[in-house]
């Protein structure tokens, strides 16, 4: 027993494993933190362990997809093997003496690869079985399509290795009773030349007994005092070249894909991009660690610090522009006494009857004498599950009321995917007004606004993005990089068949003949809090409360007309689907646009501000109330919410004194939950100002089946994410919501 026990112990695979744990923790810590992608321990917000579970390639998740992510599993594979090489081959001299010693490193070097390995499948069959629904056939496919991927990829590594790595039997022969080069003096820093002492006396550390071969059987492991130092090193200073090109090669790789990004062919699933991008991580922290050992830590700083130093000059800071403005002419003026001069009561008068003028034109829809219900859209964010949401309920309300919902509704606001369904059936809804052959209602259209983003954008961070944008392209004659809001846009119109192709602009008539409802979209400030309200109609007065207008002084400016400050700038030459992504970028996500300003803006997420629409819709109607009052039978506040709106309450009665540190934090965590108490405190305003038989809310709120299975808000749907968004409208807390709209608008 006790033999058997040692056996095991003194074996090459478990002493490289406790090599790994005692010196190459950063190193374990890359599958350490794949693994927390992979299950959504990190990044589950964004939907990140679906490019791993559910690869997409070509607009399809199948064998191709995960053949493709098998490949770079093995390249990862590699690398860490190269790079664990490459730091501790020399603790092992008696691989020098062999035929094919880095072969037979990565066989005895399986113990954390195969414990990968065996919780990937398990992990992707169970998550393809109970969250895509895919048949047993579908998912032998997909596990079959990713050990090729690995097998294509250690074929190709090992015949590069077998045709370039020299083993001492190949030097042996080259040296002809000729003395090897002086490696001594070659080698630096002096670390290494105790490694050749270290070779030379055959005092090593780490104890080996057995190691596995080529057929997997134990062998013993024989003394190498006898053969040259010299010798011995030359073997694996010559392996680790070999690994350097390698590595190289992969990163050129990168490089290059991120050129193409224009061709969905070279868009590799992102889930495959992620690991190629730490297999350099990997090697560059290999590479570190071996040339300056005891000084890495100091290296790595210093490299983080150069990085941040050089990226702060325009050559290598390229700032993600809107789409169609035009940042050559000279930039806007942004202060606050130009903010005032926006809202300047001959601009507010202006903005305001023409708004009004729309707002006749609805009117006219509807018999003289009838005084009708204005609704007022408002969508919450949340990536694709509030697309999908959004799009679920404005189609069924509106087909089950006979189409009276959309004539019925003025205008449309919220934040982030919300507003990428309400706007996509917006545009469907104006292709049927024009008389094209389209049914509004067809359930395609859910599928297609649910179609997968996050895999191009994780494409473009990583092969593109990490390495300063650039590619260039052109919209009307005015030069752009690409980036990841670039592909975004790309993506988002190739999935909507080019839906969003649109200027702001095309929109300003069928708007201001009320064709279809006028729409706010309403990206957060980063500089100082406020909101951009970008519109194809002037809406100057939503920049200030209206006693604002009046009374300069009395309160804060707290939004910028978008079309006003940059009217210079090519305001409504921006493309319609900039504007959409502007209203969703997420942090980290999608990259912040910077404006043409002086000083210099950025904008991001709507939800910052206001997730669901309903301050952009109280001001509209605190503007409005007298025309509002006077022409129609109150207003309905629709509201469509991918949000439970009562978050459960959780204690911090057993917290410890680390904890309670930073309880003060944790309010910043709750955004969303004190938008909900401001917006109520707005809604209650509104209740007074129109008279409580004069306005009502109306809350269509996704409930998931399972609270702990709640739908993502990123910008992937896996299929039982879907369904659920989808039945939700069918609960009875929905169901009701119906009756109560059916009721308001009859």
């Known amino acids: 027993m006790k033999k058997w026990l040692s056996d095991i112990i003194y074996s090459f695979p478990v002493q490289l494993f406790f090599l790994h744990l005692r010196n190459n923790l950063l190193l374990i810590g890359m599958w350490i933190f794949v693994v927390l992608l992979l299950t959504g321990t990190i990044a589950d917000l964004y939907g990140v362990k679906y490019l791993f579970l559910s690869p997409e390639y070509m607009g399809e998740v199948g064998f191709n997809s995960f053949f493709i992510l098998g490949a770079a599993f093995g390249g990862f594979f590699m690398t860490w093997n190269l790079t664990t090489y490459l730091l501790d081959a020399h603790h092992f001299p008696f691989l020098a003496s062999m035929k094919r010693p880095f072969t037979k490193f990565i066989l005895n070097n399986f113990i954390v690869p195969l414990t990968f390995l065996v919780f990937y499948f398990t992990y992707t069959i169970w998550f393809q079985r109970y969250f895509e629904y895919w048949a047993i056939n579908v998912i032998f496919t997909n596990c079959v399509g990713f050990l090729l991927g690995i097998v294509l990829m250690l074929f190709l590594s090992s015949a590069y290795f077998q045709f370039t790595n020299k083993d001492i039997f190949n030097f042996a022969k080259k040296r002809k009773g000729k003395l090897p080069p002086n490696l001594i003096d070659t080698i630096s820093p002096n670390r290494r030349i105790d490694r050749i002492h270290n070779i030379k006396k055959g005092t090593v550390r780490w104890r080996v007994d057995t190691y596995l071969t080529e057929s997997f059987r134990p062998r013993i492991v024989r003394s190498v005092q006898h053969y040259d130092y010299k010798l011995l090193f030359s073997v694996f200073k ?39 991008m730490v297999s350099i991580v990997i090697a560059l922290l290999g590479a570190i660690t071996y040339w300056f050992d005891g000084w890495r830590t100091t290296v790595f700083f210093l490299l983080l610090i150069g990085i941040n130093f050089l990226t702060k000059f325009e050559s290598f800071n390229h700032k993600n522009k809107a789409y169609g403005l035009d940042y050559e002419m000279e930039p806007a003026k942004y202060t606050y006494a130009d903010l005032q001069k926006v809202c300047a009561v001959e601009n507010v008068n202006e903005d305001k009857n023409a708004t009004i003028q729309i707002l006749e034109n609805w009117k006219k829809k509807f018999p003289n004498k009838e005084k009708p219900k204005m609704v007022l859209v408002c969508v919450s964010g949340g990536g694709l599950r509030a697309a999908a949401w959004v799009m679920q309920v ?20 919220g ?61 009307d004659g005015k030069t752009y990089r690409k980036d990841r809001g ?31 409802p006028m729409i706010f979209l309403t990206p957060s400030i980063v500089n100082d809090g406020r909101r951009m309200i970008i519109s194809s109609q002037g809406v100057s007065y939503m920049t200030i409360p209206p006693i604002g207008v009046a009374r300069p002084n009395a309160v804060e400016i707290d939004a910028v007309d978008f079309g006003r400050v940059f009217a210079k700038q090519g305001a409504q030459d ?40 309903i301050n952009s819709a109280t001001r509209f109607i605190h503007v409005f109330k007298d025309w509002i009052l006077e022409n129609t039978n109150g207003v309905v506040l629709l509201q469509i919410s991918a949000q439970i709106k009562v978050e459960e309450i959780v204690p911090n009665d057993d917290q410890g004194a680390i904890e309670s540190m930073l309880n003060p934090l944790g309010i910043a965590g709750q955004i969303l939950t004190l938008q909900d108490y401001e917006q109520d405190t707005n809604l209650g305003f509104i209740f007074d100002l129109l008279g409580r038989d004069k306005f009502e809310v109306i809350r269509y709120i996704y409930y998931p089946k399972d609270d702990m299975e709640r739908a993502s808000i990123s910008f992937h749907l896996t299929s039982k994410e879907k369904k659920d968004v989808l039945n939700s409208y069918f609960l009875k807390k929905n169901d009701e919501k119906f009756e109560l709209l059916k009721k308001a608008l009859e």
């Open 238 to 276: 010559q392996n680790h070249l070999n690994a350097l090109v390698v590595q190289l090669m992969s990163l050129v790789a990168l490089i290059v894909m991120g050129y193409l990004i224009d061709y969905p062919m070279f868009r590799i699933p992102a889930g495959a991009s992620i690991l190629i």
């Open 394 to 413: 404005l189609q069924k309300s509106d087909s089950l009321l006979d189409g009276r919902l959309f004539s019925h509704t003025v205008l449309t606001t």
């Open 415 to 475: 934040a982030s995917g919300g507003m990428i369904g309400a706007s996509y059936l917006r545009e469907l809804f104006l292709k049927q007004q024009m008389g094209e052959d389209i049914n509004i209602y067809d359930s395609k259209y859910i599928d297609i606004i649910s179609q997968d983003l996050l895999n191009s954008i994780g494409f473009t961070i990583v092969t593109n993005d990490l390495f300063l944008p650039w590619a260039k392209f052109n919209v």
């Open 486 to 516: 670039y592909i975004f846009e790309k993506q988002l119109n190739e999935n909507t068949n080019n839906a969003f192709t649109k200027k702001i602009k095309d929109y300003k008539s069928p708007e201001a003949e009320a064709i279809i």
């Open 574 to 613: 921006m493309n319609f689907v900039t504007g959409l992504r502007m209203n969703a970028t997420y942090p980290y996500i999608l990259p912040n646009v910077y404006l043409p300003s002086k000083p210099g803006i950025e904008v991001m997420d709507a939800g910052f501000r206001d997730n669901y629409g």
